[in-house]
Protein backbone atom coordinates (compact mmCIF):
# COMPACT_ATOMS: atom_id res chain seq x y z
CA UNK A 1 0.00 0.00 0.00
CA UNK A 2 1.66 3.36 -0.91
CA UNK A 3 -0.46 5.48 1.39
CA UNK A 4 -1.58 9.06 0.46
CA UNK A 5 -0.32 9.95 -2.73
CA UNK A 6 0.05 13.81 -3.46
CA UNK A 7 1.62 14.99 -6.94
CA UNK A 8 3.56 17.21 -7.17
CA UNK A 9 5.78 17.25 -4.30
CA UNK A 10 7.59 20.40 -5.19
CA UNK A 11 5.96 23.86 -7.28
CA UNK A 12 7.91 26.79 -7.90
CA UNK A 13 5.86 29.60 -9.81
CA UNK A 14 5.86 33.35 -9.88
CA UNK A 15 2.88 35.34 -8.46
CA UNK A 16 -0.56 35.50 -10.20
CA UNK A 17 0.19 32.05 -11.73
CA UNK A 18 -2.37 29.25 -11.05
CA UNK A 19 -0.96 26.15 -9.41
CA UNK A 20 -2.91 23.09 -8.95
CA UNK A 21 -1.88 20.29 -6.25
CA UNK A 22 -3.44 16.11 -6.48
CA UNK A 23 -4.33 14.02 -4.10
CA UNK A 24 -5.25 10.22 -4.01
CA UNK A 25 -6.31 9.01 -0.64
CA UNK A 26 -5.94 5.77 1.23
CA UNK A 27 -8.41 2.90 -0.74
CA UNK A 28 -11.79 2.99 0.97
CA UNK A 29 -10.82 5.90 2.98
CA UNK A 30 -14.35 7.95 2.93
CA UNK A 31 -13.10 11.16 4.16
CA UNK A 32 -10.36 13.36 2.38
CA UNK A 33 -8.39 16.43 4.40
CA UNK A 34 -6.76 19.52 2.80
CA UNK A 35 -4.12 21.00 5.24
CA UNK A 36 -1.88 24.01 4.68
CA UNK A 37 1.57 24.12 6.69
CA UNK A 38 3.39 27.33 7.10
CA UNK A 39 6.65 27.61 7.85
CA UNK A 40 7.12 26.80 11.96
CA UNK A 41 3.29 25.82 12.52
CA UNK A 42 0.66 22.84 12.83
CA UNK A 43 -1.16 21.90 9.88
CA UNK A 44 -4.59 23.97 9.34
CA UNK A 45 -7.13 22.52 7.76
CA UNK A 46 -8.44 23.92 4.28
CA UNK A 47 -11.31 21.93 3.62
CA UNK A 48 -12.69 18.45 4.77
CA UNK A 49 -14.37 16.28 2.42
CA UNK A 50 -17.05 12.66 3.05
CA UNK A 51 -17.09 11.46 0.05
CA UNK A 52 -17.81 13.84 -2.49
CA UNK A 53 -19.23 16.09 -0.34
CA UNK A 54 -17.47 19.29 1.17
CA UNK A 55 -18.40 18.94 5.06
CA UNK A 56 -16.07 21.72 6.20
CA UNK A 57 -14.60 24.71 3.96
CA UNK A 58 -14.88 27.44 6.67
CA UNK A 59 -11.07 27.95 6.50
CA UNK A 60 -10.50 28.03 2.64
CA UNK A 61 -10.56 30.88 1.16
CA UNK A 62 -12.59 30.91 -1.17
CA UNK A 63 -11.58 33.73 -3.33
CA UNK A 64 -8.46 32.05 -5.00
CA UNK A 65 -8.89 28.61 -3.85
CA UNK A 66 -10.74 26.02 -5.11
CA UNK A 67 -11.34 21.98 -4.63
CA UNK A 68 -13.07 19.50 -5.78
CA UNK A 69 -13.76 15.41 -5.27
CA UNK A 70 -15.73 14.50 -7.92
CA UNK A 71 -15.72 10.71 -7.69
CA UNK A 72 -15.42 10.45 -4.19
CA UNK A 73 -11.80 9.38 -4.29
CA UNK A 74 -8.87 11.58 -5.62
CA UNK A 75 -9.09 15.37 -5.14
CA UNK A 76 -7.56 18.33 -6.83
CA UNK A 77 -6.81 21.97 -4.81
CA UNK A 78 -6.18 25.07 -6.83
CA UNK A 79 -4.91 28.22 -6.18
CA UNK A 80 -5.79 30.65 -8.58
CA UNK A 81 -4.33 33.79 -8.76
CA UNK A 82 -0.88 32.75 -6.10
CA UNK A 83 -0.03 35.12 -3.79
CA UNK A 84 3.37 35.14 -2.43
CA UNK A 85 2.07 34.32 0.89
CA UNK A 86 0.41 31.01 -0.18
CA UNK A 87 4.41 29.50 -0.38
CA UNK A 88 3.64 26.83 2.09
CA UNK A 89 3.28 22.86 2.23
CA UNK A 90 -0.18 21.67 1.43
CA UNK A 91 -0.55 18.55 3.12
CA UNK A 92 -3.51 15.72 1.86
CA UNK A 93 -4.94 12.86 4.52
CA UNK A 94 -7.04 10.74 4.43
CA UNK A 95 -9.31 8.57 6.87
CA UNK A 96 -12.78 6.42 7.59
CA UNK A 97 -13.91 9.30 8.64
CA UNK A 98 -15.28 8.42 11.90
CA UNK A 99 -13.95 11.14 15.28
CA UNK A 100 -11.27 8.78 16.19
CA UNK A 101 -9.94 7.39 13.17
CA UNK A 102 -6.34 7.82 12.29
CA UNK A 103 -6.05 10.08 9.70
CA UNK A 104 -2.86 8.79 7.00
CA UNK A 105 -0.80 11.62 5.79
CA UNK A 106 0.51 12.17 2.41
CA UNK A 107 4.20 13.37 1.89
CA UNK A 108 2.87 17.43 1.04
CA UNK A 109 3.63 19.32 -2.27
CA UNK A 110 6.28 22.25 -0.89
CA UNK A 111 4.60 25.48 -2.61
CA UNK A 112 6.83 28.08 -3.63
CA UNK A 113 5.91 31.36 -4.90
CA UNK A 114 8.55 33.99 -6.32
CA UNK B 1 -12.48 30.07 20.52
CA UNK B 2 -10.80 26.45 20.13
CA UNK B 3 -7.45 26.74 20.76
CA UNK B 4 -4.35 24.17 21.17
CA UNK B 5 -1.20 25.49 23.07
CA UNK B 6 2.48 23.61 22.72
CA UNK B 7 4.53 26.41 24.94
CA UNK B 8 8.23 24.69 24.15
CA UNK B 9 8.95 25.48 20.55
CA UNK B 10 12.42 23.11 21.25
CA UNK B 11 12.91 21.03 23.92
CA UNK B 12 16.43 19.34 24.25
CA UNK B 13 17.48 16.42 26.47
CA UNK B 14 20.47 13.85 26.86
CA UNK B 15 19.71 10.18 25.85
CA UNK B 16 18.04 8.30 28.54
CA UNK B 17 16.69 11.45 30.61
CA UNK B 18 12.99 11.69 31.45
CA UNK B 19 11.04 14.31 28.48
CA UNK B 20 7.61 15.37 28.99
CA UNK B 21 6.26 17.71 25.91
CA UNK B 22 3.62 20.28 27.07
CA UNK B 23 0.12 20.67 25.79
CA UNK B 24 -2.69 22.08 27.03
CA UNK B 25 -6.00 23.29 25.08
CA UNK B 26 -9.17 25.33 25.09
CA UNK B 27 -11.93 23.77 24.11
CA UNK B 28 -15.95 24.02 24.22
CA UNK B 29 -17.08 20.22 24.73
CA UNK B 30 -14.85 17.13 25.00
CA UNK B 31 -12.25 16.80 22.21
CA UNK B 32 -10.91 13.72 21.55
CA UNK B 33 -7.35 13.78 22.10
CA UNK B 34 -3.89 12.93 19.61
CA UNK B 35 -0.39 13.06 19.24
CA UNK B 36 1.17 13.40 16.44
CA UNK B 37 4.77 13.03 15.23
CA UNK B 38 6.96 13.86 12.16
CA UNK B 39 9.96 12.49 11.78
CA UNK B 40 12.79 13.63 9.69
CA UNK B 41 12.08 13.56 5.99
CA UNK B 42 9.23 11.53 7.21
CA UNK B 43 5.43 12.08 7.02
CA UNK B 44 3.12 13.29 9.79
CA UNK B 45 1.76 10.04 11.68
CA UNK B 46 0.07 8.83 14.57
CA UNK B 47 1.36 8.56 17.74
CA UNK B 48 -1.13 8.14 20.33
CA UNK B 49 -4.35 8.88 21.18
CA UNK B 50 -5.98 9.32 24.43
CA UNK B 51 -9.12 6.90 23.59
CA UNK B 52 -6.56 3.59 23.09
CA UNK B 53 -5.10 4.33 27.06
CA UNK B 54 -2.05 3.08 25.28
CA UNK B 55 2.06 3.35 25.15
CA UNK B 56 3.73 3.65 21.38
CA UNK B 57 7.76 3.70 21.91
CA UNK B 58 7.75 4.09 25.30
CA UNK B 59 5.56 7.63 25.20
CA UNK B 60 2.41 8.01 27.09
CA UNK B 61 -0.17 10.73 27.00
CA UNK B 62 -2.02 11.64 30.34
CA UNK B 63 -5.26 13.75 30.01
CA UNK B 64 -5.68 16.10 32.59
CA UNK B 65 -9.48 17.64 32.15
CA UNK B 66 -9.21 20.05 35.29
CA UNK B 67 -5.92 21.89 33.62
CA UNK B 68 -7.05 20.73 29.80
CA UNK B 69 -3.76 19.28 29.40
CA UNK B 70 -2.53 16.50 27.06
CA UNK B 71 1.05 16.23 27.85
CA UNK B 72 3.38 13.27 26.31
CA UNK B 73 5.83 11.61 28.70
CA UNK B 74 8.73 9.20 28.23
CA UNK B 75 10.63 8.06 31.03
CA UNK B 76 14.20 7.47 29.26
CA UNK B 77 14.29 9.26 25.75
CA UNK B 78 16.40 7.29 23.41
CA UNK B 79 17.99 9.58 20.01
CA UNK B 80 15.49 7.94 17.38
CA UNK B 81 12.63 10.22 19.10
CA UNK B 82 14.42 13.26 18.00
CA UNK B 83 11.41 14.71 15.72
CA UNK B 84 8.40 17.46 15.55
CA UNK B 85 5.62 16.52 17.81
CA UNK B 86 2.08 18.04 17.43
CA UNK B 87 -0.31 17.69 19.57
CA UNK B 88 -3.92 17.87 17.89
CA UNK B 89 -7.41 18.04 19.81
CA UNK B 90 -10.44 16.44 17.67
CA UNK B 91 -14.05 17.56 17.89
CA UNK B 92 -16.64 16.98 15.28
CA UNK B 93 -13.77 15.42 13.34
CA UNK B 94 -12.03 18.31 12.96
CA UNK B 95 -7.80 18.05 13.98
CA UNK B 96 -6.79 20.97 15.35
CA UNK B 97 -2.87 21.12 15.84
CA UNK B 98 -0.90 22.72 18.03
CA UNK B 99 2.40 24.66 16.76
CA UNK B 100 4.63 21.95 17.42
CA UNK B 101 7.40 20.99 19.45
CA UNK B 102 10.96 19.99 17.93
CA UNK B 103 12.72 17.37 20.31
CA UNK B 104 16.35 16.30 19.84
CA UNK B 105 17.69 13.83 21.68
CA UNK B 106 21.72 13.96 22.07
CA UNK B 107 23.92 11.14 22.74
Known amino acids: EAGVVQSPRYKIIEKKQPVAFWCNPISGHNTLYWYLQNLGQGPELLIR????????DSQLPKDRFSAERLKGVDSTLKIQPAELGDSAVYLC????????????FGPGTRLTVL | AQRVTQPEKLLSVFKGAPVELKCNYS??????LFWYVQYSRQRLQLLLR??SRESIKGFTADLNKGETSFHLKKPFAQEEDSAMYYCAPTLRGKLIFGQGTELSVKP
Open chain 1, 93 to 104: ASSFGRETDTQY
Open chain 2, 27 to 32: YSGSPE
Open chain 1, 49 to 56: YENEEAVD
Open chain 2, 50 to 51: HI
